[in-house]
């Protein structure tokens, strides 16, 4: 007697057509880590963006040695020397200066990259998980399941999401339990889960309307067993390729929340706390460059190096579209 799983991948084998050819490859290509390693490798933007991010990936490591704290149990706290208004020029003690209120540039700059790794990190995989959850059974599904988590969908959309980010940000900070950091990033969380759930929605759609679906249903596999086998991993893509990109987005939005003092607590080691000190500086730029040019360039590589890498990833999983811009 012919077991479940050989009847099904028989079946597979047989349906592998046009379409399901593509998707086997492209599902091929993830399995198989070495080959998109390669291929990223040849890609000189992917490399671009690699380097970047390896580059942060080594300062956050190397924080305690680049930028040693001087109090052990708070390293996120930025040392300052003094309380006096008027920023610093960088010199051999500070070397990128002082902010306002003679906060370390140099020693924020370090530190925050851990901090950006945690936000836009921990972020994105929160609303993955969100969204996958929600946009996996809505398409799945459909019906009024469909119709309910969508217009849930719908609602969380209708809001300005920097905005709403901002507004709920505002509300949770005045709460005892939770921390500036964790407020910042429940914020964005909350309305950031519906792009996956869309995106991912959209492709169920078609996927699970595939012959290798409807025969896997027809050989008696479980919802659960088909969408873990058969549709996820086939419609997850383009959201892998968003996520990669959101990265860096989610901590630019972040650096906006902490610029508006709704981020970071003060004196965090945090970029967008950092470029919030130069606000009453801003005319005086040409004197005061060091304020913001130092975190804002960190912020613009770190940006820069994710959407190089996610740039990179959708042509690989895609082959279509690279051609498409040859």
């Known amino acids: 007697m012919i077991k479940f799983e050989e009847a099904e991948r028989a079946v597979e084998t047989d349906l592998e057509g046009g379409g399901r050819q593509s998707l086997r490859k492209m599902w091929n290509s993830v399995r198989h880590p070495p080959q998109v390693v390669q291929r990223m490798l040849k890609n000189p933007v992917s490399v671009t963006g690699i380097v970047l991010v390896l580059m942060f990936v080594a300062i956050a490591i190397l924080a305690p040695v680049l930028a040693p704290p001087e109090r052990p149990a708070e390293p996120y706290r930025i040392p300052r020397d003094g309380y006096l208004a008027e920023p610093k ?52 599904f459909g019906g009024w399941i469909d119709e309910g988590l969508m217009r849930v969908v719908e609602i969380f959309m209708g809001f300005p999401f920097l905005l709403a980010a901002i507004t709920l940000a505002a509300v949770l900070g005045s709460s005892p339990r939770f921390d500036r950091i964790t407020t910042g990033m429940i914020a964005l969380i909350t309305f950031g889960w519906t792009t996956y759930a869309r995106l991912l929605r959209g492709d169920i759609l078609s996927v699970k309307e595939r012959d290798y679906v409807m025969a896997a249903r027809t050989l008696g596999a479980s919802h659960s067993r088909i969408m873990l086998r058969h549709v996820i991993p086939n419609s997850i893509f383009p959201t892998l390729v968003v996520a990669s990109m959101d990265i860096g987005s989610y901590v630019l939005n972040f650096a906006a929340l902490s610029f508006l003092g709704l981020g970071a607590e003060p004196g965090y080691a945090d970029w967008g706390q950092l470029i919030s000190f130069a606000r009453n500086w801003m005319p005086s730029l040409a004197d005061y460059w060091y304020i913001i040019v130092y975190p804002g360039v960190a912020i613009l590589l770190f940006v820069l190096g994710w959407n190089l890498i996610g740039d990179a990833f959708r042509d690989i999983l895609d082959p279509k579209l690279a051609r498409s811009r040859r």
């Open 89 to 140: 020029p960088p010199s051999a003690e500070h070397r990128f200066g002082t902010t306002e209120g003679q906060y370390d540039i140099y020693y924020g700059v370090i530190w925050g990259a851990r901090t950006a790794f945690r936000v836009g990190v921990l972020i994105t995989i929160a609303t993955i998980i969100i969204g996958l959850l929600v946009g996996t059974t809505a398409g799945y």
